[in-house]
């Protein structure tokens, strides 16, 4: 389905959509306030921006640089070049050592992958341990925001939810007693796991240690209890040094949710003794990403979520309406180099105002992407006939004049002269929700030939 | 100094009085102006579709008819924005390079380039100042409320020399008003929320006149006015710049648009 459909399902409940934009206005604001508390927070960017071109131009040298240090740590590194392949890898890990309870902390790229229905396929228990992941795990639902995942959700509903599945009595939704019973849950899955499966924000080349953000604990939670971990990179989360996380951190969470530092920003080395540890390091497409000029620098991203917050468009449409594992501007950019057919509505889905870029901590140029893959979707996939006439008949009239002058004098006089509910009825999809502006007898050009006759006949 | 200047095919056909006021406030600065009578559209509205290829008889048009002059003014931020920044499709000849770089939105025209800020208007109404994006993080008319620079506006520099006018101050001050061109009707159930929203601020915040550098957005947002019947009018910036109303009347210059 096209994202203005899913928007306009979501938009069928106005005080949804109010109370979606609010809660995440919030988060911008509290951003704004975070962000300019900090002395030469641009410079920040710059250096962000940079640090990861340099990387992403670099990225074989880095990554085996990594992979040397990791293994000389005691972790096992694997490779896989798409999805399927790391899920595979996971589940062969998982077997190997018996494990059939898994606790996993918030990772997009195994959301990307599609890891959890893969293993339950096999007769393995995955538990979502970040809060709101655990939330719509219960729901049946994807993530609707990178780092709010359950944002989409009110806690009335997340009362609902737990009494059907955690057995929680009524509460009308009172938050405090919710997370308390969601951490008594959370805390037994912890405890009896056999894995642990975490994403990873930072990989450092340097020194082949990793860097797990989380404000719930969770990932340490998972991970310092079970006998094996394993974590889930994309290719484009490595960076060069260890020094390096001084910008991202810093960058990461006052983007995401006004914080000066994430309550966890856990370093992983190597593993604990008698434990193991393994990196699945994946492509999925990221390669193909990097290999197009124009869009390379979206794969900079790393997933503050911050142009979801600002997208006034997001805000208003929820993240189930892109459809996609990564939602809001910055999936609109990634998602059609997966697929640029079921994708191609993403990159309508803005109104280009470039908040998005002003507010991207590592500076993407979202909305020029977003300019650029409308081009490609316009010459590569099937375009609606109306759409390709009009644009080409448009095109030339606004190459000659004189047809031009022709098609305008008859737009304005119809705007004069035929009456209100005939302009605003179908097929005037303007016309729904506004009226449109009212025709003037003269246009701009009759008027400024008319005023120039008049002066030549004042000469006279 | 020879200005040619540029109304956009939308104010050509539905918004007159707004070239008309550019127009007037250019003599009275003046400048020495010129309207080509071959121009069209800057080529905006097919290549914002995905459609730039068909775009590319409106730019050499556009280059054809704004070559010879120094500069090239418009009332819109977003055409001027357009030249700018996507006129790479079509050979960077001489000329093309010249007119990208001499094409100005009208208030940055007479911010950066006339350097006058009093223009002798008077406005006697409450202004809410919606920043239209394309100027606002495109040509940099202000700084944006996403970075962290300091605060300046080359519009409300202009406004706030206008005799009478009070301008006020808005919860979101420049969140996009979800006109976007063609997202209007692709887009049309989250682009009407957008603007609905908008109005809301400025009616929240006691704006009588909302006010803009670029028409489409105000087209938009009046549509959604006049729809819901609500208190507020909508004028180009040129407009107020261009106004001499020393008292308040029911509607401001008179008359409805």
């Given at each position: 389905m096209s994202h203005s459909k899913l928007a306009g399902i979501f938009n069928k409940d106005e005080k949804k959509v109010d109370w979606h934009d609010k809660a995440l206005w919030f988060v911008r604001h509290k951003r704004d306030l975070s962000v300019h508390e900090v002395k030469g927070w641009e410079e920040l960017r710059n250096l962000g921006h940079g640090i990861k071109a340099h990387t992403l131009s670099h990225l074989d040298v880095y990554l085996e640089q990594f992979e040397a240090n990791a293994l000389k740590n005691g972790v096992q590194v694997h490779w896989a070049a798409n999805g399927d392949e790391h899920n595979q890898i996971v589940h062969g890990i998982l077997k190997e050592n018996h494990a059939k309870k898994v606790v996993k902390s918030k990772s997009m790229l195994t959301e990307e992958c599609h890891l959890n229905p893969f293993l339950e396929a096999n007769d393995i228990e995955v538990i979502d341990t970040d809060l709101g992941e655990r939330i719509v795990q219960l729901a049946k639902e994807q993530p609707s925001h990178i780092v709010l995942p359950a944002i989409h959700k009110n806690k009335l509903e997340v009362d609902e939810l737990f009494q059907e599945h955690l057995g929680t009595k009524p509460c009308n939704g009172d938050p405090q007693y919710l997370t308390g019973e969601a951490r008594k849950h959370l805390r037994e899955k912890f405890i009896h796991a056999d894995a642990a499966i975490t994403g990873v924000n930072f990989a450092i080349a340097e020194n082949g240690g990793f860097v797990v953000c989380t404000n719930e604990g969770n990932a340490d939670m998972g991970a310092h209890l079970a006998a094996v971990h394993i974590a889930c990179m994309g290719v484009e989360k490595i960076i060069p040094k260890q020094e390096h996380l001084g910008v991202f951190l810093r960058l990461l969470a006052r983007s995401a949710t006004g914080q000066p530092i994430t309550t966890y920003s856990s370093h992983f080395r190597k593993p604990r003794k008698d434990t193991k540890m393994h990196i699945v390091i994946v492509d999925n497409g990221r390669s193909e990403q990097l290999s197009r000029p124009d869009f390379r620098a979206s794969l900079h991203c790393i997933r503050c979520g911050a142009c979801m917050n600002t997208c006034p468009i997001y805000r208003r449409s929820g993240g189930h309406s892109y459809d996609a594992t990564i939602p809001g501007p910055i999936g609109s950019i990634l998602s059609p180099g997966k697929d640029l057919t079921k994708y191609s509505t993403l990159p309508f889905a803005s109104t280009l105002c470039g908040s998005c870029s002003d507010v991207c901590p590592v500076k993407i140029d979202i909305h020029t992407q977003l300019y650029k893959w409308r081009q490609i979707i316009g010459k590569e996939t099937p375009q609606p006939f109306i759409k390709k006439k009009s644009m080409a008949a448009m095109g030339k009239i606004f190459s000659k004049p004189s047809l031009y002058g022709k098609v305008g004098a008859v737009a304005h006089w119809a705007l004069r002269t035929l009456p209100k509910s005939l302009i605003n009825s179908w097929p005037n999809i303007w016309g729904k929700t506004r009226d449109l502006p009212v025709g003037h007898k003269q246009s701009f050009d009759q008027w400024y030939k008319e005023r120039e006759n008049n002066k030549k006949d004042d000469q006279k | 100094m020879k200005v040619g200047l540029f109304i956009p095919c939308y104010i050509n056909q539905l918004y007159p009085q707004v070239g008309k006021a550019t127009l007037e406030l250019l003599e009275k600065l003046?400048?020495?102006?010129?309207?080509?009578?071959?121009?069209?559209?800057?080529?905006?509205?097919?290549?914002?579709?995905?459609?730039?290829?068909?775009?590319?008889?409106?730019?050499?048009?556009?280059?054809?008819?704004?070559?010879?002059?120094?500069?090239?003014?418009?009332?819109?931020?977003?055409?001027?924005?357009?030249?700018?920044?996507?006129?790479?499709?079509?050979?960077?000849?001489?000329?093309?390079?010249?007119?990208?770089?001499?094409?100005?939105?009208?208030?940055?025209?007479?911010?950066?380039?006339?350097?006058?800020?009093?223009?002798?208007?008077?406005?006697?109404?409450?202004?809410?100042?919606?920043?239209?994006?394309?100027?606002?993080?495109?040509?940099?008319?202000?700084?944006?409320?996403?970075?962290?620079?300091?605060?300046?506006?080359?519009?409300?520099?202009?406004?706030?020399?206008?005799?009478?006018?009070?301008?006020?101050?808005?919860?979101?001050?420049?969140?996009?008003?979800?006109?976007?061109?063609?997202?209007?009707?692709?887009?049309?159930?989250?682009?009407?929320?957008?603007?609905?929203?908008?109005?809301?601020?400025?009616?929240?915040?006691?704006?009588?006149?909302?006010?803009?550098?670029?028409?489409?957005?105000?087209?938009?947002?009046?549509?959604?006015?006049?729809?819901?019947?609500?208190?507020?009018?909508?004028?180009?910036?040129?407009?107020?710049?261009?106004?001499?109303?020393?008292?308040k009347v029911a509607h401001p210059k008179g008359q409805k648009h």
């Open positions: - | 003046k400048v020495e102006v010129v309207y080509p009578s071959g121009q069209t559209c800057c080529g905006q509205p097919m290549a914002n579709s995905g459609f730039e290829n068909e775009s590319e008889g409106a730019c050499i048009n556009f280059v054809n008819n704004f070559k010879d002059f120094d500069y090239i003014v418009t009332p819109s931020g977003s055409c001027a924005y357009h030249v700018k920044k996507h006129y790479n499709i079509i050979q960077q000849t001489d000329e093309v390079v010249k007119v990208r770089k001499n094409v100005y939105e009208l208030c940055d025209f007479i911010v950066n380039v006339l350097k006058v800020k009093q223009l002798g208007a008077s406005f006697p109404y409450k202004v809410g100042v919606h920043k239209s994006c394309h100027g606002l993080r495109g040509l940099r008319l202000g700084s944006s409320s996403e970075l962290v620079t300091a605060p300046y506006s080359y519009i409300e520099a202009l406004l706030k020399e206008v005799k009478g006018i009070e301008l006020m101050t808005l919860d979101r001050s420049d969140e996009c008003c979800g006109f976007g061109g063609t997202f209007a009707v692709t887009e049309d159930v989250v682009s009407a929320k957008m603007g609905k929203d908008k109005i809301q601020d400025h009616l929240r915040n006691g704006v009588e006149v909302i006010t803009a550098t670029d028409v489409s957005c105000l087209m938009h947002l009046e549509g959604l006015i006049t729809r819901n019947k609500q208190p507020l009018q909508v004028r180009h910036i040129a407009e107020i710049l261009n106004s001499t109303i020393e008292s």
